[in-house]
């Protein structure tokens, strides 16, 4: 069974940083693209920043966010987050689109979601 597994979330005081992980576990499943969500209270979900599989690094939110695929496992990114304000505080989600081998040459593409991580700014 492949999973979205998050960490990296807390309190933080105006101005620090946080770094957010996320990881797809399951070998046999090929991500095309990641991307972080979050969800702050009584808003919708919105996108923050996603990376297609080629693609190692994006900026976001006026450059104090940056999302970052490791290097050595594909399926792992982070969020960077500096600079943080009060208004970021949000349900932080992550989210892969990929295809999942199935053996016999057959795949089943997937969209799946981490359980989310709260983020905190609050002096």
């Known amino acids: 069974q492949v999973q979205l597994v998050e960490s990296g979330g807390g309190l933080v005081q105006p101005g620090g940083s946080l770094r957010l992980s996320c990881a797809a576990s399951g070998s046999t499943f090929d991500t095309h693209y990641m991307a972080w969500y979050r969800q702050a209270p009584g808003k919708e979900r919105e996108l923050v920043a996603g990376?297609?599989?080629?693609?190692?690094e994006t900026l976001a939110e006026e450059g104090r966010f940056t999302m970052s695929r490791d290097n050595d496992a594909k399926n792992t990114v982070y969020l960077q987050m500096n600079s943080l304000k009060p208004e970021d505080t949000a349900v932080y989600y992550c989210?892969?689109?990929?295809?999942?081998?199935?053996?016999?040459?057959?795949?089943?593409?997937?969209?799946?979601w981490g359980q989310g991580t709260l983020v905190t700014i609050s002096s």
């Open positions: 989210n892969a689109r990929g295809t999942l081998s199935q053996g016999g040459g057959r795949f089943k593409y997937l969209e799946l």
């Open positions: 990376v297609n599989s080629g693609d190692t």
